[in-house]
C-alpha cells in the first residue's frame, strides 16, 4: 500500500513539474544556417566577380567617384568663401568719420551715448594716431607718410549695431540717424555688398544642392546598369535557380552585395579624390590666406562629412542595384 501511494506521488510530482523549454524545430535551425552561409557565399563570391573584371570595375567606380566628390567639393568652397567673405560682426559694423574739430572727449562722449541705445551692440573708438598706425602698416607708404606736418585723420566710431536691427534688408534707421548727427561727417555702411554676396552664397548653395542630386542620380544609374547587365550576364545560372523553386530574395541577394560593394569602393575613391585635391590646392590656398593677414583659415572634410559621402555612396550602390535586379525579376526569368 505504501510502495503505491509512492508511486501515485511520483508522478504526480512530474506531472506538476514545469516543461522543459521546447528546442527549436531541426529544418528552422538548417535554414537560419543556410541563410547565413547564403549571404556569407554572397559577400565574397560579389568581391571575386569585381576583382575578375579589374577593368569594368575600375570605370565604374572612377564615374560614380566623380558623381559623388563633385557636390562635395562644390560646397567646401562654398563653406569656405564664407569665411573669406568676411565675419558677419565686422561686416555689420558701421564706419562713423566724425568732424576734424571734434577732440577726444567730446567723442568718448558721442560713443557712451550710442552705448547706451537699444539697437547698438558695441561702439570701438579709433583714434587719429591709431588709424594713422594702420595705414602705415598696410598701406606700404610708411616711408611717405612721414614728411606729413600733422596727422589728417579724424576720429572713428565703429558702430556695430545688433543682429535684431541689422537683420532686415534694408539700412538700419541708426544709419540715417548718425548721418544727420552734428558730430558725424560721413558714414559708411557696406549693406549692399553684403547683400549681393549673401545672394550669391545663396545662389551657389542651391547650385550646389540640384547638383548633387543630379550626380547622386547619374550613380545611381550606373550601378543600375552594371548590375543589369551582370544578370543579363547570368541569365542561364538565374533561370535554373527559379526552375530549382529559388525564390526572388535568393536570387537577388548576391547582386545586392554587388551593389554594395560599388557605393563602399567608390565612396573610398571619392574620398581619395578629395584629400588629393585638398593637397593639390593646399599651397596657392595657404598664400591667399596669408596676404588676408591670416583672418580665416580653409578647412577641408571633416570625419562627419566623410562618414556621410561614404555612407551615401553605400546606400546609392545598394539602391541601383535593388532597383535594377527588381525590375528583371518581375519581368520574368531574364532574356
Not at 563570391?45 to 572612377?62: M, N, Q, V, W, Y
Not at 596669408?290 to 545598394?318: D, E, K, P
Request: glycine share 8%.
Amino acid at each position: 500500500m505504501n510502495r503505491r501511494v509512492a508511486t501515485i506521488r511520483v508522478k504526480l510530482e512530474k506531472s506538476a513539474a514545469p516543461a522543459p523549454a521546447p528546442r527549436a524545430p531541426a529544418h528552422k535551425r538548417r535554414r537560419m544556417g543556410a541563410w547565413r552561409e547564403h549571404h556569407a557565399r554572397s559577400f565574397r563570391a560579389s568581391l571575386r566577380r569585381l576583382a575578375g573584371r579589374p577593368g569594368a570595375t575600375a570605370l565604374t567606380l572612377l564615374v560614380m567617384s566623380l558623381a559623388l566628390c563633385l557636390p562635395f567639393l562644390l560646397w567646401l568652397l562654398l563653406d569656405n568663401a564664407r569665411a573669406l567673405g568676411g565675419h558677419l560682426d565686422d561686416a555689420r559694423g558701421i564706419g562713423v568719420f566724425l568732424k576734424p574739430e571734434i577732440d577726444a572727449a567730446t567723442a568718448r562722449s558721442f560713443a557712451d551715448k550710442l552705448r547706451r541705445r537699444t539697437d547698438v551692440a558695441v561702439v570701438a573708438i579709433k583714434t587719429p594716431e591709431e588709424g594713422l598706425a594702420e595705414f602705415r602698416s598696410q598701406s606700404g607708404f610708411a616711408d611717405a607718410l612721414k614728411v606729413l606736418q600733422s596727422n589728417p585723420l579724424p576720429t572713428v566710431l565703429i558702430v556695430t549695431p545688433k543682429i535684431a536691427a541689422a537683420s532686415a534688408r534694408a539700412t538700419p534707421a541708426l544709419v540715417d540717424e548718425l548721418a544727420h548727427d552734428k558730430h558725424v561727417d560721413q558714414v559708411q555702411y557696406d549693406a549692399l555688398w553684403r547683400q549681393r554676396l549673401d545672394a550669391i552664397l545663396a545662389f551657389t548653395a542651391r547650385v550646389a544642392g540640384v547638383l548633387a542630386m543630379l550626380l547622386g542620380l547619374a550613380a545611381l544609374l550606373v550601378v543600375g546598369n552594371t548590375v543589369r547587365n551582370d544578370i543579363v550576364g547570368r541569365a542561364e545560372e538565374i533561370s535554373v535557380m527559379q526552375l530549382l523553386g529559388a525564390d526572388r530574395a535568393f536570387v537577388r541577394r548576391p547582386f545586392l552585395y554587388t551593389g554594395l560593394w560599388y557605393g563602399a569602393l567608390a565612396g573610398l575613391v571619392a574620398l581619395l579624390l578629395i584629400a588629393g585635391v585638398e593637397i593639390a590646392l593646399a599651397a596657392p590656398l595657404d598664400q591667399l590666406t596669408s596676404s588676408y593677414g591670416g583672418r580665416f583659415t580653409i578647412h577641408g572634410l571633416s570625419w562627419v562629412q566623410a562618414i556621410a559621402l561614404f555612407g551615401t555612396s553605400v546606400m546609392l550602390g545598394w539602391l541601383g542595384a535593388w532597383i535594377a535586379t527588381s525590375r528583371q525579376l518581375r519581368l520574368g526569368r531574364p532574356q
